[in-house]
């Protein structure tokens, strides 16, 4: 039971980033940059309290890994300014799944079983067709014209955004200990992976970027990243990877929730029909694929 308490933490913090980032407002740039910042501050905290062991290729690795997250997630708010952060969130997060577990699979052969492939497969088959329900439109909804949004630029940005995200959860989980042999955990790769973050930001703003005051009103989104990292140590160790994993997944639920309620989408009865199965697909999907990462 403590497991799943502890696993609901990064659920909802990592769930309510991007509405709550939008609803401080900014840029998408200004976004990253403010969040990176919070990051940072967040893991020079958790590094003076518990002093790890740092290591050169640690620290490359974390800096390499932190620029790559920069560009996942300046990506992923240049998602959701084009499409809506009810929208942009699940198609984000599952693509990330879906591409994630088949490089996963067949470049690292992390399956391994004839149930983890029928189980895999299925969960992505679950999940596409749960990525086309979260993103379909009712014809009768012209947001698209009369908030600015653009549904290809918004595919365009979740191109990029979920290539910056896999590969550095690859780096971290697979290329770390076949390339160079180093193990560690997020605690101790923290600290250089927000410097990267912060370079990462600010490489993305063209090396010109003006920090302004709603810069700083985006730290606390990058502090409630840390934390929903710190709890998801506790969760896997408490409760399971698969726990954790399947958990931390569910975060879109909120994202999709906040975009509705905090942010005013508008969305038609056929919308939320719509987002509603893609919700409950979603959620199958996840599952599904926790359940084959507990088989390995």
Do not use: C
Not at 67 to 76: C, E, F, N, R, T
Not at 176 to 201: N, Q, R
Not at 220 to 234: A, E, H
């Amino acid at each position: 039971m403590q497991g799943i308490l502890y696993a609901l933490v990064p659920m909802i913090a990592w769930g309510s980033i991007g509405f709550v980032a939008n609803k401080i407002g900014g840029t998408a740039k200004q976004q990253t940059f403010g969040m990176a910042m919070g990051a940072f501050v967040f893991a020079l905290i958790v590094f003076l309290f518990r002093q790890p062991q740092m290591t050169g290729p640690i620290f490359l690795i974390g800096f390499i890994g932190g620029i790559l997250w920069s560009v996942g997630q300046g990506g992923q708010f240049n998602a959701m300014k084009y499409m809506g952060v009810s929208v942009a969130s699940p198609l984000s997060s599952g693509s990330q799944l879906v591409i994630g577990g088949l490089i996963g699979a067949f470049a690292f052969h992390e399956w391994n079983k004839p149930i983890q492939f029928l189980l895999g497969f299925i969960a992505f088959f679950v999940l596409i067709i749960g990525f086309y329900f979260s993103a379909k439109k009712d014809p009768e909804n012209n947001i698209e014209d009369t908030e600015g949004r653009h549904f290809a630029k918004g595919l365009t940005a979740l191109a990029y955004s979920t290539f910056g995200y896999v590969s550095y959860v690859i780096l971290f989980n697979n290329l770390s200990s076949l390339w160079f042999h180093i193990k560690f955990d997020t605690l101790t790769i923290i600290l250089p992976m927000s410097l990267g973050m912060v370079v990462g930001a600010f490489a993305l703003s063209g090396f010109s970027f003006k920090i302004e005051k709603i810069v700083f009103k985006h730290i606390p989104v990058g502090l409630m990243w840390g934390v929903g990292n710190v709890f998801m140590l506790l969760a896997a160790a408490t409760a399971g990877n698969a726990i954790a994993f399947s958990f931390s997944q569910l975060g879109i639920i909120i994202s999709i929730i906040g975009g509705i309620l905090f942010l005013g989408e508008k969305k038609t009865k056929k919308e939320l029909l719509y987002i509603t199965i893609g919700i409950l697909l979603f959620v199958i999907g996840a599952i599904l694929l926790a359940i084959v990462k507990s088989k390995a």
